[in-house]
T-cell receptor, first 115, second 111 residues
Framework: GAVVSQHPSWVICKSGTSVKIECRSL??????MFWYRQFPKQSLMLMAT?????????EQGVEKDKFLINHASLTLSTLTVTSAHPEDSSFYIC???????????FGSGTRLTVV | QKEVEQDPGPLSVPEGAIVSLNCTYS??????FMWYRQYSRKGPELLMY????GNKEDGRFTAQVDKSSKYISLFIRDSQPSDSATYLC???????????FGKGTLLTVNP
């Protein structure tokens, strides 16, 4: 089945630094990738949609300059949290969609803690 | 009104019970419906995927969609302790392929 690899699985960083999270589709080409944020006991909140070779489309209220998304190839998308602050601490999850299938495969998530 | 409503539970059942999980949605454009299972601190795992109204069965799991009432259900037969997780329903429609999730229902199956 389709596999999406997400790294790192957890990261602790100092306030003011930047953190990059990678999302790779291992056995399929992902025409579209999505980035979500999830707070404890809350549902997934879509942050942005990225299509390979195009600029990401951000959801209302998501700061484009803080959450930089790059989808450089059909198998890799990255989310960079710039100038991180403690309120950015959360669980970030990516998902990928294969063009021939409407189901979405999720990565295992990245727990970010900003201290 | 949220686009997808789901009772967060928690729901606790004995092993072997039939579990019924339900969601309602408001967006008439939704045509694709999914159920995901999420274990603590993990990414969601796709369980069932249905298009439009109807039933779909996969092993112990059955998904039902009733577009006339905007109601989606997941049934788990012979529930096992390993089924203990949060179950998320989701809907999608239109050309942007975005998924809209419910809040998730926390299920505990007690041995």
């Amino acid at each position: 089945g389709a596999v999406v690899s997400q790294h790192p699985s957890w990261v602790i960083c100092k306030s003011g630094t930047s953190v990059k999270i990678e999302c790779r589709s291992l056995d399929f080409q992902a025409t579209t990738m999505f980035w979500y944020r999830q707070f404890p006991k809350q549902s997934l909140m879509l942050m942005a949609t990225s299509n390979e070779g195009s600029k990401a489309t951000y959801e209302q209220g998501v700061e484009k300059d803080k959450f930089l998304i790059n989808h450089a190839s059909l198998t890799l998308s990255t989310l960079t949290v710039t100038s991180a602050h403690p309120e950015d601490s959360s669980f970030y999850i990516c998902s990928a969609r294969e063009s021939s299938f409407y189901g979405y495969t999720f990565g295992s998530g990245t727990r970010l803690t900003v201290v | 009104q949220k686009e997808v409503e789901q009772d967060p539970g928690p729901l606790s059942v004995p092993e072997g019970a039939i579990v019924s999980l339900n969601c309602t949605y408001s967006n008439s454009a939704f045509q694709y419906f999914m159920w995901y299972r999420q274990y603590s601190r993990k990414g969601p795992e796709l369980l069932m995927y249905t298009y439009s109204s109807g039933n779909k069965e996969d092993g112990r799991f059955t998904a039902q969609v009733d577009k006339s009432s905007k109601y989606i259900s997941l049934f788990i037969r012979d529930s096992q302790p390993s089924d203990s997780a949060t179950y998320l329903c989701a809907g999608s429609g239109g050309s942007n392929y975005k998924l809209t999730f419910g809040k998730g229902t926390l299920l505990t199956v007690n041995p």
